[in-house]
């Protein structure tokens, strides 16, 4: 009579059968205090590399079954990502550390989150407080009921969820699922999140995103016009908001941005430079740019009033207001930048002759006068600037520069641009 065939003999039979040569299963780490060692699975190549890891279950029959769904397991996240058995394993742990959830599946998503984020530490405080803001969004939108079965579901309950106050179009639809889906690119590469849950293709991320119903001129911030700047300089002035004055022209009359008030300075030439305040994720840790110079560019009638807010600013005969100089001593504190720029728009927007201009120009905001720089770089001198020249001065490169303001053309700009090339064409009769 035929001895009865090991347990393990038949596991082995069954391994082969599902999944073909190269596979194979034993037993290790026995010793005297453990007899009942793991499993150890090895698979070996056509070229014969091999690999072994050791499977978290004890070397016994009733693990067979177990043992065998591990392996499958293995088997398809090598296959899906194209990994080796080793980071198969690491995956295929991690995804199981947490509790399940029937048949919701991967169930680690606060663990995902949390060690996402993590990742992320380094970046500008203003930058990793939105992202943690969207990823703990995407995290209660996969905890809901039903739960998401994948990517694609998970990206249109978020925008179901979150974007009622995101216009079809606008940049917050947009930073939000990208940040969406680099959290679940996130969660299925380095977390062992199921496959399923990878971000959708591109279209069905720009139907979640839509389309703006304004066009790009519309949304354009308009800039402060020559004559509505110099009248609001003399209102400030009748009124003794000198301080308020004096940012207003620095931030209106050198195209600052208003956060760079934090970092003007006056050399012993006489002449303004500013430094970084733009921080992302290409320039943090970089070498810090030289400081750029300022050279302001006058209003008709106005003409060298840049220069001496200037010099009122270099000798402190006259101060920024004080909210805003509080706001230039916490940026060490803080790490960030932005709270100057937003301390100097509140007081605009509380000053009443402001009020009164927005109100008569719908869209002006207080970077209109920084807009308005560069409308008088180009739209305001019978000799305009080169594109090239204005974005130096303004702090930005030439494609950013033709980007926001290229779309400054209207009807009598192009009259005028035809009359002049005609004129070149045409020989003028002696």
């Not at 990208?178 to 977390?191: G, T």
Request: charged share 25%; aromatic share 6%; with cysteine.
């Amino acid at each position: 009579m035929a001895a009865r065939q090991q347990w393990f003999e038949t596991l082995r039979l069954q391994l082969h059968q599902e999944h073909g040569k190269g596979w194979s299963i034993r037993e290790v780490g026995v010793t005297p205090r453990n007899p009942i060692g793991r499993a150890q699975l090895t698979r070996i190549l056509e070229n014969r590399d091999r690999s072994s890891v050791t499977l978290p279950l004890e070397w016994k029959a009733t693990n067979s079954t177990a043992i065998l769904t591990t392996v499958g397991q293995l088997r398809a996240l090598m296959e899906e990502r194209n990994l080796s058995l080793h980071d198969a394993m690491r995956l295929n742990t991690e995804a199981h550390s947490g509790t399940q959830e029937g048949e919701a599946g991967f169930s680690g998503w606060d663990a995902v989150a949390e060690r996402f984020l993590a990742s992320l530490q380094g970046r500008r405080s203003s930058t990793l407080r939105d992202i943690t803001k969207r990823t703990e969004r995407a995290v209660l939108a996969l905890k809901g009921k039903p739960a998401p079965r994948d990517g694609a579901t998970l990206m249109r309950r978020y925008a179901d969820r979150f974007f009622a106050d995101c216009p079809p179009g606008g940049v917050g639809r947009k930073r939000a699922l990208q940040d969406v889906a680099r959290f679940l690119s996130y969660a299925v590469e380095q977390c062992g999140a199921p496959v399923r849950y990878m971000p959708p293709s591109r279209a069905v991320i720009n139907e979640l995103i839509g389309s703006a119903t304004t066009t790009a001129s519309e949304q354009l911030t308009p800039p402060i016009k020559p004559e509505d700047l110099a009248a609001l300089l003399d209102q400030l002035e009748a009124d003794g908001e000198h301080e308020l004055r004096l940012a207003v022209g620095l931030v209106g009359l050198y195209g600052l941005r208003p956060a760079e008030l934090a970092v003007l300075q006056v050399g012993e030439d006489g002449k303004g430079r500013v430094g970084q305040v733009k921080r992302n994720t290409t320039n943090m840790g970089a070498r810090a740019k030289p400081l750029r110079l300022l050279l302001p560019l006058d209003i008709a009638g106005r003409e060298g009033e840049g220069d001496r807010l200037l010099q009122l600013y270099g000798s402190e005969e006259v101060k920024l207001p004080k909210s805003i100089r509080n706001q230039i001593a916490a940026v060490e504190v803080k790490d960030r930048f932005q709270d100057v720029g937003r301390e100097f728009a509140q007081l605009l927007r509380r000053y009443g002759p402001w009020r009164a201009l927005v109100a008569r120009c719908p869209g002006l905001t207080p970077y209109s006068l920084r807009h308005g720089y560069a409308w008088r770089a180009h739209c305001c001198s019978a000799n305009p600037m080169h594109p090239r020249i204005a974005a130096a001065l303004m702090g930005h490169n030439t494609a950013t520069h033709l980007k926001h303001y290229g779309q400054w053309t209207d009807e009598a700009a192009l009259e005028e641009a035809l009359e002049r090339f005609n004129a070149g064409v045409h020989p003028v009769e002696a």
